[in-house]
């Protein structure tokens, strides 16, 4: 373990670096606003914890946050005081690989004291492989990492050319108590002409429908059994499911993907399911003269969902759908929130709070604007943290004030 810097807060908004700090990376203080949801009013901290540029994942329990950039291998401990974003510790999962290779993290998962990290393991070289993995870290009782360990590697081993593909890999993570879930996007196809093969990717089999059967997790979900590392794959059809939460009061796995075109997805996963893609979809490609095409031999069906599973709910235009969770019967945010989904979003730059009929069908979808790319999202019972493509953390609580700024008119990006 190697600590990299001891932040202590001197008065409600300054912080001060202690003599043990060894490199240069800090926390501006947090721009705190207000936001009005329709029955709530959320008071929204902004904290930069990383450079402009900086895409983050983040994980959570209690005022532990753990955060690690996607396009590096170092996850970092932090504590919240009183609005006070402090760092503890770093990990780099490099140490769990040969030195030659590099990495691309995926998402943070957190149960109890056990932080599991999904990444690409990926080489510069067309002669090495890659692999979508996941790394579990136990923590100590102050939460502070302990060496790596892997749990899950991808099949077939395949190799990438260009960086945007590790996006589409997805490696979204959820946990039922005794297995864990990991999402892979079907990263075999082109996801803007809907053609096989990727042609930025080698070593695939001959044909898609190979290519899906041979794979352990992309194009769908794996499950994973933490005691004996058994790997199931339990279902398939999915593009680029970049949202994964397990629904412990209901016992449901609930997942987002990112449609072409329109035809975003919320989808209740199930066993054996095939989800469609890339045969159907609600949505559309991209490019308009391959909407009619006859050499294409996928032969995709676009604005159904006919002959597979729908899902059960689905965003037309795309909102670039990212991570999801669930309000809890005991969160600040019960009275008004209690058992609804909040999926965040990308490219419409907003949470997105799904009211639930008996737990599964969708009644509304209220849209509350927040102004940045939002990856990453976990829900406490007492705030919503997310995590944005810009590297900073938004950290959403319940105000007492209510009423006093007007609802934003419909259509309206503003405050």
């Not at 590099?102 to 492989?129: A, H, M, P, W």
């Not at 870290?137 to 593909?165: A, G, M, R």
């Not at 737990?359 to 943290?385: A, Q």
């Not at 105000?399 to 990006?413: A, I, L, M, Q």
Request: proline residues 5%; hydrophobic residues 35%; aromatic residues 10%.
């Amino acid at each position: 373990m190697k600590k990299l810097l001891i932040l202590t807060a001197i008065g409600a908004l300054s912080l001060v670096i202690s003599p043990a700090y060894s490199d240069n990376s800090h926390v501006s203080s947090p721009l705190t606003e207000s936001i009005e949801t329709n029955f709530l009013t959320l008071n929204k901290d902004t904290f930069q914890v990383e450079d402009s540029k900086s895409s983050l994942v983040v994980a959570a329990t209690g005022n532990n946050i753990f955060t690690a950039v996607r396009d590096g291998s170092i996850v970092k401990a932090w504590t919240m005081d009183k609005s006070i974003l402090n760092i503890k510790e770093s990990t780099d999962i490099m140490n769990a690989n040969p030195q030659e290779s590099k990495i691309f993290v995926l998402d943070l998962l957190l149960n109890g004291r056990t932080l599991f990290v999904s990444y690409v393991r990926y080489f510069e070289s067309k002669t090495q492989c890659d692999t979508l993995n996941i790394a579990k870290i136990d923590l100590t009782e102050s939460y502070l990492f302990t060496p790596p360990k892997n749990i899950f590697q991808s099949t077939p081993c395949v190799h990438w050319i260009d960086s945007p593909n590790w996006t589409n890999a997805a490696g979204r993570l959820a946990y039922d108590g005794k297995s864990i879930y990991i999402s892979g996007g079907l990263i075999f196809e082109n996801l803007y002409s809907n053609r096989f093969p990727e042609g930025s990717i080698f070593g695939l089999p001959p044909t898609l429908n190979e290519a899906i059967s041979s794979t352990n997790v992309f194009g769908g979900v794996a499950k994973i059994e933490i005691s004996t590392k058994k790997v199931t794959k339990i279902a398939s059809g999915l593009r680029e499911p970049q949202g994964l939460f397990w629904d412990k009061t209901n016992s449901r796995l609930w997942e987002t993907e990112q449609g072409p075109r329109g035809g975003d997805e919320l989808n209740n996963i199930q066993f054996g399911k095939n989800y469609g893609w890339p045969f159907v979809s609600l949505g559309r490609i991209y490019d308009n003269s391959e909407l009619n095409s006859s050499d294409n031999p996928i032969h995709p069906k676009y604005g159904t969902h006919s002959g597979y599973e729908p899902p059960v709910y689905s965003w037309t235009p795309s909102i670039a759908a990212s991570q999801l969770g669930m309000i809890g019967k005991l969160s600040s945010f019960a009275d008004w929130w209690r058992g609804n989904l909040v999926v965040s979003s990308l490219k419409d730059l907003s949470l997105h709070r799904l009211a639930l009929k008996a737990n599964k069908d969708v009644l509304y979808d209220e849209r509350i604007f927040i102004g940045h790319r939002l990856r990453d999202l976990e829900i406490s019972d007492n705030y919503i943290l997310a995590s944005t493509d810009d590297g900073a953390l938004v950290y959403l609580t319940r105000s007492e004030k209510v009423g006093e700024k007007p609802f934003p008119p419909v259509g309206s990006v503003t405050k």
